[in-house]
């Protein structure tokens, strides 16, 4: 597997995340809500970095099942979502590939009326989103190549490295 992304590059860029969201909260407490199970590590990173009182939550969406490496039919659950009426809330998802999954997450905690509410992913695949969403915070843009590691996976595989790497044909 060829590296996209070293531990050090993805640490520095996260530093620099955290020191934006940071300096746009003007102290004002904050919700930051994780996309399980892909978000793991990029959030638990991020509010780190992260100079505010800072709560969490957390949401599970798939769109992949096993071995597919372009999405299927999204399943969501929020049973974990804490609530976030006033509040303002940060939703961290690993990656933005069509969008579909940060749409149909946005709009439901939008229902939740928060106070404020953007949104933060450590990837974007630019070329390949179809809907009107822009990321407040992105960490890198990336072509449209399948990744894996800090959190993203292949099949429940992968998650664990320190770094990001793309996946060839040969390591399906
Ligand atoms: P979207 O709904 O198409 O934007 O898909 C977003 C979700 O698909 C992410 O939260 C990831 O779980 C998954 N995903 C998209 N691209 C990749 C990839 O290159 N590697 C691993 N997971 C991916
Ligand atoms: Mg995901």
Known sequence: MRTLLSTET??????????????????????????????????????????????????????????????GELSVDFSLLPDITGRNVLLVDDILDTGQTLQRLVAHLQGQTPKTLKTAVLLWKKVRTEVEIQPDYTGFQ??????????????????????????????L
């Open 142 to 171: 990336i072509p449209d190549e399948f990744v894996v590691g800090y959190g993203l996976d292949y099949n429940d595989h992968y998650r664990h490295l320190p770094h990001i790497a793309v996946l060839d044909e040969n390591d």
């Open 10 to 71: 993805i640490a520095q860029r996260v530093t620099e995340l955290g020191k934006s969201v940071t300096n746009d909260t003007d102290d004002e407490p904050l919700t930051v809500i994780g996309v399980l199970t892909g978000s793991l590590i990029f959030l638990a990173d991020l509010v780190r970095k992260i100079e505010t009182p800072t709560q969490i939550g957390l949401i599970q969406a798939s769109s992949y099942r096993g071995t597919a490496t372009r999405p």
